[in-house]
């Protein structure tokens, strides 16, 4: 998901703190996101127990500035698969982007 106060350039993903994930998004794959598209940016093998997932977004923010955020969770592994979300919402009272990691059920 993608809002008006943020142009999405790359996501970072690390799980406990190691680098799992680096993508560059090309202005086709910005767009089918903004039209609903969805992108698998990582699959792995978790034992079972705590991880910390953080996402780092970089792209263009309000008035057309550099912008970096994280966004984190810890997960609850236990069996079978969990799938994540990596969410991009406007605030806008503040016209600042939001960023979330949801996890679904």
Not at 29 to 45: C, F, T
Request: hydrophobic share 35%; no cysteine.
């Amino acid at each position: 998901d993608v809002g008006d106060f943020f142009d999405l350039d790359s996501v970072q993903v690390t799980l406990n703190e190691k680098v799992v994930a680096n993508y560059l998004y090309t202005e086709r794959e910005v767009d089918a996101l903004l039209r609903g598209g969805v992108h698998q940016i990582y699959i792995g093998n978790l034992p079972s127990g705590e991880h910390e997932l953080v996402a780092y977004f970089v792209g263009k923010g309000p008035k057309g500035r550099d912008f970096k955020r994280g966004a984190n969770r810890i997960i609850d592994k236990g069996l079978g698969a969990k799938y994540l979300e990596l969410k991009i919402t406007d605030r806008t009272p503040k016209h600042q982007p939001d960023f979330v990691v949801k996890e679904w059920e």
